[in-house]
């Protein structure tokens, strides 16, 4: 188990992708989620039979219908009818983590409490004014001053959710976001970065967070997601090849933003490969060449990992691709990789990113990114040049095969089908 949050980049599973499948057995409900406390306990032991590196279980929306009297969030017995602690416990064993969603603001539901340990104050009395505080409306109010019951409040949660033995939150309807600019909960989170760091707590916001300020997500969060969400709300599916490759443009304008050292990961959302139900597999995806350039993206540039499909419908050969130990070093080094050229995958679909690894090895993705919302394009060389990476010769291995590909000098080429990617590991010889 991680001891010390932000270390690595987080490698996971959350329930949020399967929530949305109404039409695919045993699983959807936004609000009545297929998930309890039984079924949680099996993941977390299918996870440490089959996916033992994979340390974090996000319970996400669904978890919690009310608060305590005071105020905070609470579960559901029906769900949970043994306590968090239980499953926290059971996760625990496990050498895993439990986490659980939230929002910032203070809940319609928490009006009628009082702050624990300041009986005295109403927790309505923190939000007269009933502004919006996140971005779902009507969900939680913004308090009127974050003052210091305000922070009290949040401490208070905090508190509790470290005595069920929590170890992740996401926080959602975050801002100002690329779509919502005037919803600013920065204030609140800074807040509740205060309140569940001393916890070590793994603090996620979401969703599609502003770049242009960075700096206070990094000093706020260990992960911060970048785009809108990656589901693509099909009820019989999971998302789609296009929104795989959508994601790199928005990579683009995080990728010059200094992280290394930071505890902190950008996330591109959940990783939604291969769950197979019935023998159907349900992620969405065209083919095995689009599964394999969504894995190996995301290692490349050392996203926050949270596979989205339960891991107990995962095939032995999807398990084998999310458990690549070569992948999985190049995503635990927590470098962001950096395009050559254009960043934009629909500008450019000839996409080339690299970065360095710890080892003095460069690590380079090309991608075919010739991808549309309902079909696939065709195939292309893409290229890239050394001086880009400011060597002259290498030596190069294809790090999902492990195959050595020889020596190269000056540049590199190869030809891919739509969707389909090679990753390289490169030994500079000068």
């Not at 993941?43 to 319970?59: G, W």
């Not at 070569?326 to 995958?345: E, K, M, T, Y």
């Not at 080892?359 to 195939?379: E, K, Q, T, W």
């Not at 290498?394 to 030809?415: C, H, I, N, P, Q």
Request: net charge negative; glycine share 8%.
């Amino acid at each position: 188990m991680t001891s010390l949050v932000g270390s690595k980049p987080l490698l996971g599973f959350s329930t949020w992708s399967t929530q949305i499948l109404d039409d695919v057995p045993g699983y959807g409900g936004h609000t009545e989620p297929w998930f309890n406390e039984e079924s949680l306990k099996d993941i977390s032991d299918t996870m440490k039979a089959k996916m033992p590196q994979y340390e974090y279980i996000n319970i996400d929306s669904g978890w919690s219908e009310t608060c305590d009297e005071y105020g905070r969030w609470t579960y559901r017995k029906d769900l949970f009818p043994n306590g968090l602690r239980a499953l926290s416990d059971h996760l625990a064993r496990n050498h895993q983590r439990l986490g659980l969603y939230i929002l910032p603001g203070i809940r319609k539901e928490a009006l009628e409490g009082r702050i624990k340990g300041h009986e005295n104050i109403r927790i309505a009395d923190l939000v007269t004014r009933k502004k919006q505080g996140n971005a779902f409306k009507g969900a939680t109010y913004m308090p009127d001053e974050h003052n210091e019951y305000v922070q009290a409040y949040y401490d208070s949660i905090a508190d509790l959710f470290e005595e069920w033995g929590i170890g992740y939150i996401k926080i959602d309807g975050c801002g100002p976001s690329n779509e919502l600019q005037d919803m600013d909960t920065r204030k609140c989170l800074y807040m509740m970065h205060k309140a569940f760091s001393k916890h070590n707590i793994w603090i996620e916001l979401s969703w599609a967070l502003d770049p242009q300020f960075a700096n206070d997500w990094i000093t706020i969060a260990n992960g911060a997601r970048i785009h809108i969400d990656i589901e693509s709300y099909s009820s019989k599916s999971m998302t789609t090849s296009y929104r795989i490759f959508q994601r790199m443009s928005y990579v683009e304008k995080w990728s010059h933003i200094q992280t290394e050292g930071k505890k902190f990961y950008i996330d591109l959302d959940a990783v939604l490969v291969g769950m197979t139900v019935d023998g159907k597999c349900v992620d969405g995806l065209d083919n095995d060449d689009v599964r394999m350039s969504y894995i190996s993206f995301w290692a490349l540039v050392s996203s926050v990992f949270c596979i989205g499909a339960d891991p107990r419908k995962l095939p032995q050969k999807y398990l084998a691709m999310l458990n690549h130990p070569v992948i999985l070093d190049i995503h635990q080094c927590g470098v962001i990789a950096r395009p050559i050229g254009s960043g934009n995958a629909w500008l450019n679909r000839k996409q080339v990113w690299w970065k360095k690894l710890a080892d003095g090895r460069l690590c380079v993705g090309l991608f075919n990114a010739h991808v549309y919302p309902f079909m696939l394009g065709i195939s292309r060389e893409v290229k890239f040049e050394f001086t880009e990476l400011g060597v002259e010769e290498v030596e190069a291995k294809d790090a999902w095969t492990g195959e050595v590909l020889g020596r190269f000098a000056k540049s590199y080429s190869t030809v891919l089908r739509p969707g389909q990617c090679q990753l390289l590991l490169l030994h500079v010889i000068r």
